[in-house]
């Protein structure tokens, strides 16, 4: 069974940075494709990036490109999101999503990623 666990959220004042860690484990690492989601209330959950099982591959969520950049460490099992100029817009939670996956593609559905984390909030205020 493969368990995923984020950390790193928090409050921050508009226009300033946080970084969001998730670490996978039970299946090797790079064999999971990952992916992070956020969920405000009342809305849907909605792609902010994802990356391929060897990192070669990325995505971005319209309202977060140039902003937020994803990366992986392999030996470390560890994914991170830098957020960086984050607004009120960004406040949500923040769920990290993984799936077994051996192609060089990331999947921007959340619908395609079969294991979750409990997810962690973030807070931006004006």
């Known amino acids: 069974q493969v368990q995923v666990a984020e950390s790193g959220g928090g409050s921050v004042q508009a226009g300033g940075s946080l970084r969001l860690s998730c670490t996978a484990s039970?299946?090797?690492?790079?064999?999971?494709?990952m992916g992070w989601f956020r969920q405000a209330p009342g809305k849907e959950r909605e792609l902010v990036s994802c990356i391929s099982r060897s990192g070669s591959n990325t995505q971005y969520g319209d309202s977060v490109k140039d902003r937020f950049t994803i990366s992986r460490d392999n030996a470390k099992n560890t994914m991170v999101l830098q957020m960086d100029s984050l607004g009120p817009m960004d406040t949500a939670m923040y769920y990290c999503?993984?799936?077994?996956?051996?192609?060089?593609?990331?999947?921007?559905?959340?619908?395609?990623?079969?294991?979750w984390g409990q997810g962690t909030q973030v807070t931006v205020s004006s």
């Open positions: 999503a993984a799936v077994k996956n051996l192609g060089p593609w990331c999947y921007k559905s959340p619908f395609e990623y079969d294991y």
């Open positions: 039970g299946l090797p690492f790079d064999d999971l494709t």
